[in-house]
């Protein structure tokens, strides 16, 4: 082990185009890329091939299997005839499909349970975390399949429990560098309602972790060496059939239990730590989840974004076991509460005895993206 080794996440270029239980989270943004071709020629007639724009609408049934990039040859038809928008769908219905897979519960041999609602763990959570490939001394991570903690964490863990102790793009577990892939989906520090951190993970597949160990991009001298005789990182790339580089970064909430609903989450028994960095079993529920994948399509990688659907907004009139629905990140009832900034409770005219975020969409959900949503959400 060179203990003289400095750990530190690879750098490539990633250029956005535009920014569980399935009927709880919804697409928010979906980071396509359109692409607009110079050239002139013929459209093919790739769309004539799809009934009444069939590949508009997302398919059915819902399945446990997603293809991993876009239909390339539609794409390029698309293109050609400027429908844009349409091209933007297919994207937002890959985003949606390949969801639903990460979110499929899996028996332990990895088969897809039956049906979606089935108990099971979920494909991502066998996946690593940035924690274990960019260690602190810079040595080589556990094989794929094994797992590491990070450190300072000296609990028995008997029951494989997540530890998430992230709370904002500045809060490196292990003492690596693992900022430059964090602030891509992340911001500071959030608090929601009830006064509790946000905590994050960030999580590569198999693919990814293959990539970065086989190449030592694990450490700066393994990076600076690559460097030397090649001139940038090249992810393997997504599919049609094939899966290639993904990387997904969780948001969670800690579920107060006199107002918050778990039933209406996906939750997990977690590590998380204090005010004083002690790590206690608390339980938590997803609030977003950030879809990297480096596909053919877009080499500069696409992005999709799932929020749950109290983020920001709820059904007050809505109650689920005697319990009112609430919004996560807003108090509709405070006119006067800072929007989107970090809470200062010295200045905060809302009179509140708590550090909490107000919270507020700046950039709307297209309607068209609140339409598909709309039906995935159906099924």
């Known amino acids: 082990m060179n203990n003289n080794k400095q750990s530190s996440s690879p750098v490539s270029s990633r250029i956005v185009s535009s920014p569980l239980i399935i009927p709880l989270l919804t697409l928010a943004i979906t980071l396509g890329f359109v692409s607009c071709l110079n050239k002139e020629k013929e459209p093919d ?21 997603a293809p ?10 698309l293109d050609n005839q400027k429908k844009f928008v349409e091209v933007q769908r297919l994207f937002e219905i890959v985003s949606w499909q390949n969801f639903i897979a990460l979110n499929w519960p899996v028996s332990s041999s990895g088969q897809p349970k039956a049906i979606m609602s089935d108990k099971g763990r979920y494909p ?39 530890i998430i102790s992230r709370t904002s793009r500045g809060d490196l577990q292990n003492g690596a560098n693992v900022e ?27 693919s990814e972790f293959d990539y970065i160990v086989n190449n030592e991009l694990y450490n700066i001298e393994g990076q600076v060496a690559f460097s030397k005789n090649n001139p940038t990182i090249i992810f393997p790339s997504n599919s049609r059939e094939k899966e290639g580089a ?26 998380v730590t204090d005010e004083k960095g002690e790590y206690s079993i608390k339980t938590m529920g997803l609030v977003g989840m950030h879809i990297a994948m480096k596909t053919i399509s877009s080499p500069q990688w696409t992005w999709a974004t799932f929020e749950h659907v109290d983020n920001v907004q709820a059904n007050s ?7 009112q629905v609430q919004a996560s990140f807003n108090d509709p009832t405070c006119d006067i509460c800072p929007i989107n900034v970090f809470p200062n409770l010295s200045g905060d005219y809302s009179n509140s005895t708590i550090k909490k975020n107000q919270i507020q969409r700046v950039v709307p959900i297209s309607k068209e993206t609140q339409a598909l949503n709309k039906q995935v959400q159906k099924l």
């Open 45 to 65: 007639k790739t769309t004539k091939n799809h009934t009444l724009n069939s590949y508009l609408q997302y398919p059915e049934p819902l399945v446990a299997k």
């Open 68 to 77: 991993f990039d876009i239909d390339l040859k539609l794409k390029e038809s």
């Open 124 to 162: 991502w959570q066998d996946w690593k975390e940035s924690y274990e490939v960019y260690l602190t001394d810079g040595s080589t991570p556990k094989p794929w399949g094994t797992h590491s903690l990070p450190s300072g964490f000296t609990m028995e863990n008997q029951n494989n429990s997540p």
């Open 180 to 206: 430059d892939e964090f602030k891509q989906a992340f911001t500071d520090a959030i608090w929601d309602q009830n006064g509790n951190l946000v905590r994050y993970q960030v999580m590569m597949n198999q």
């Open 246 to 271: 993904t990387e997904i970064k969780l948001a969670w909430k800690q579920m107060d239990p006199s107002v918050d609903i778990p039933e209406r989450f996906l939750t997990v028994e977690a590590y």
């Open 317 to 323: 009139l809505k109650y689920v076991n005697g319990k």
